[in-house]
């Protein structure tokens, strides 16, 4: 019987769900190891937690290394736990993530679901390093500093290779008029300006294909790696030609609902921050675009589904947090008008037990789209179209 704190000598077969290794000890007893490994590999294994059916455990030593593995370009990367999966190449990367997603999708959808997968469609990121626009860093004393792996340590830092190059350039600067804590700094892919969440400034970003600039302050969400959201927006605009009428939930400060309305739609913007929604208002209103409505309301609440009903709309687009939304699939089931569904999911597994409810009731999927939005890591966005029958 294994207990914690035990080393074992595993062979890794393959990876799960959320970067996980998966190993089988010989009396067949399962072993999942935090991100870190690859398949193929011979690794000394620390046993950290242990449950009936399986143990958790953490890489000490690969003793036989994959082909894949490569050395990390980052010097932080030994303790830091912002790039797990940097000691692969960025196109590899990409593959082992699709893997992962064709393997977990069926598990999580169940025997008879798990069959009505369409063909995995995939979006590479234009940049491997340097395309995140937006992030957070730790300050204790003037310096920015990441979280250690599996642990609240900090680890200082001088540089981050996930940062867009003017983000990463500006943040010593940021880090030393910050107190300490948790702080968002982001910079402009127009301009390169940089700032925290604590400066009052708007940075511009651009939208060419939509003829659209968007002003938005540090504080506000948007994807991290804005030249692959172009391509996520477009596949989503595409998706919704012939839709007149858009319920754009969870839509923060209008990644989706600006462009749409660009393009003449009518879009209901329904998010649960004021902040966001207030920058989406202010937008639309410089841009002049009148067909979108944002509303600040807790999609949680009965009241403001009764306002989405009453829109009427012919399609939705939902991009809830990691989490995900318990519950909306029935909701959604609920309301005659829709025809489609337009689901951008970082956690595809947490998305899946969501739409169920619509799937169990003859919606199908019919597109499937990874988009590896975070290079370096085993985070994911997938596009996911449901059609009712």
């Known amino acids: ?27 067949g007893q399962v072993v999942m190891i935090e991100p870190g490994v690859l398949p193929g590999e011979l690794a000394l294994v620390r046993v950290t937690k242990t449950a009936r059916d399986f143990l958790q455990a953490e890489a000490v030593e690969i003793l036989e290394s994959s082909p ?16 797990r999966f940097g000691m692969v190449s960025p196109h590899e990367g990409t593959r082992l993530k699709a893997d992962m997603l064709r393997d977990a999708l069926p598990r999580a959808l169940g025997r008879d679901l798990g069959v009505n997968i369409p063909q995995l469609q995939i979006v590479s990121s234009p940049q491997g390093w340097r395309y995140r626009w937006r992030g957070q860093i730790h300050v204790r004393g003037g310096r920015p500093h990441a979280m ?43 301009t390169g ?25 540090p504080s506000t969400f948007f994807q991290a790696n804005w030249e692959l959201n172009q391509h996520l927006v477009r596949a989503t605009v595409d998706a919704l ?48 675009l009148s067909s979108v409505t944002f ?28 989490t ?9 089931l609920a309301m005659p008008s829709l025809s489609r569904l337009v689901w951008v999911s970082c956690d595809a597994v947490n998305t899946v037990r969501d739409a169920k409810p619509l799937l169990e009731a003859g919606w199908t999927v019919s597109s499937l789209t990874l988009f590896d939005m975070f290079p370096g890591t085993w985070h994911m966005e997938v596009l996911m179209i449901l059609d009712r029958p």
């Open 241 to 288: 030609h012939g839709f007149d009428r858009i319920a754009d939930l969870f839509s923060g400060a209008g990644n989706f609902a600006l462009p749409l309305a660009s393009q003449g739609k009518t879009v209901l913007a329904v998010e649960g921050s004021a902040a966001a929604v207030e920058t989406g208002i202010r937008n639309a209103e410089r841009l002049g």
């Open 68 to 83: 894949l593995r490569t050395a990390h370009p980052c010097p932080h990367a030994e303790s830091c736990g912002g790039s």
């Open 295 to 322: 509303h600040d309301a807790n999609l949680a609440k009965p009241a403001t589904w009764k306002l989405v009903e009453d829109f009427a709309p012919r399609a939705a687009i939902l991009d809830p947090p990691r």
């Open 193 to 217: 300006l940089a700032a925290s969440e604590n400066d009052r400034v708007l940075l511009p970003f651009s939208f060419p294909e939509f003829g659209l600039t968007l002003q938005l302050p």
């Open 324 to 332: 995900g939304a318990k519950g909306i699939g029935r909701t959604l």
């Open 148 to 190: 250690a792996h599996a642990s609240n340590d900090l680890v200082p830092l001088n540089d981050c290779h996930l940062l867009a190059t003017p983000l990463a350039a500006a943040m010593p600067a940021l880090a030393q008029g910050l107190p300490d804590g948790r702080f968002t700094i982001a910079a402009s892919p127009d």
């Open 1 to 27: 019987m294994n207990e914690a704190n035990d080393i074992l000598t595993v062979k890794v077969e393959k990876l799960l769900w959320r970067g996980r290794g998966l190993a089988r000890l010989d009396s």
